[in-house]
Each structure stands twice: as C-alpha cells, then as structure tokens.
C-alpha cells in the first residue's frame, strides 16, 4: 500500500516535470518588443520606408546599421515570415528617421538559443534618401 502511494506520488512528478519541460520557457526571445511604437507608427513605416536594391553608398545619407531578430519557439511552430522582419526593420529606421533601408541581409542562423528551435536575424542600412 505504502509502496503504490510512492509510485503515484513519483508518476505525478514526473509528468508535471514532462509537461513544464515542453512549454516555451517564460524568458524566452520571441520576437521584438516594438511596443513603443502604436500600430499607426507601424503601418506608417511599412509604407514610408523603402527597400533599395541598390547599394547603400550610392544613394542618400547612411544613418548606420539596423538589426532585428526573431525566434521560432519550437520545431512545431511556424518560422517568423521575411515580410515580419522587413517590418521590424522598416518600424526601428523609421523611429530612428530614415526613409529606406539598403543592403538588406536575412539569415536563418539554425542554432538553438535563448529558448528558441531556430533564430532568423535581419540586418539593414538606414539611409534618408530625398
């Protein structure tokens, strides 16, 4: 009898663990917090920030490097689209003042990390192009 109510109690710690193992971790990267910008701004930058496909130093002023970087939380989950990173980009230069991004680079980086099965990162250059 002792012995019976010793394996329940362990069966139900174990499953808990299992299941707490499973969830995404409470601390874990799942994207950029642009909370700071209202979901005008945002509309606003997606349409006012242009994508060059020309090199950065051959137009406008280079106001520097723009980064973002999202996280697929599991295998099962679906990976952050490239038009969610080209608007996390557009909403951070257009906070900072630009009008366009150049050298748009977007990379899976496959490595799991900070809670994530898979990290995307995105890196631009801001310019204020007349």
């Known amino acids: ?12 710690i174990i499953c808990l663990l299992a ?7 409470p601390d874990a990267l799942s994207g950029n ?12 930058a997606d349409k006012s ?3 060059l496909s020309v090199p ?12 973002t970087m999202r ?14 990173l080209l608007v996390d980009l557009k909403a951070e230069a ?6 366009a991004l150049a050298n748009v680079v977007i990379q899976d980086d496959g490595v ?9 990162k995105a890196t631009a250059n801001m310019l204020v192009v007349e």
């Open 1 to 12: 009898m002792k012995l019976s109510l010793y394996f329940t109690q362990v069966t139900v």
């Open 19 to 25: 299941m707490g193992a499973c969830s995404s971790t």
């Open 33 to 44: 917090d642009l909370s700071h910008l209202s979901l005008r701004d945002k509309r606003m």
């Open 49 to 51: 920030v242009q994508v």
């Open 56 to 67: 950065a130093e051959q137009v406008g002023v280079m106001l520097g490097k723009v980064e």
């Open 71 to 84: 996280c697929q939380n599991t295998m099962f989950s679906d990976a952050p689209d490239e038009k969610t």
């Open 94 to 99: 257009y906070r900072l003042g630009a009008n």
């Open 112 to 120: 799991m990390s900070d809670g994530c099965w898979k990290m995307f």
